[in-house]
């Protein structure tokens, strides 16, 4: 197994490990609502969430394309990078309307 590929999946499940806790951890959200920096600590936590499998996954993807398309290895690094970096100004942009500040 390719060092990228190790890279790649291990990041990815770091993504999905922030999106399940975001999903499914009450002690966080209770943290959130009573910061009072969030005006829905609900929905912020659901979309933050969201937006962490998705990018999660989608490397977990690349990561497994990685291990079987030799010689693609710069390609899916710059697709990932390019994935994260989307994904993270769309979520910036939609999260920005549940900030009290």
């Given at each position: 197994m390719k060092i990228t590929s190790v890279v790649l999946i291990l990041g990815s499940l770091g993504f999905i490990f922030m999106g399940l806790v975001?999903?499914?951890?009450k002690k966080?959200?209770?943290y959130f609502k009573e910061s009072g920096v969030y005006k829905d600590s609900e929905k912020f936590m659901k979309y933050s969430g969201i937006f962490n499998l998705?990018?999660?996954?989608?490397?977990?993807?690349l990561g497994l394309l990685d291990i079987f398309l030799l010689d693609k290895s710069r390609i899916l690094i710059v697709l990932y990078?390019?994935?994260i970096v989307t994904?993270?100004?769309i979520q910036k942009i939609i999260l920005k309307k549940y900030r009290n500040i």
């Open positions: 975001s999903l499914l951890s966080m959200q209770v998705v990018i999660g996954s989608t490397g977990l993807i990078i390019i994935m994904v993270s100004v």
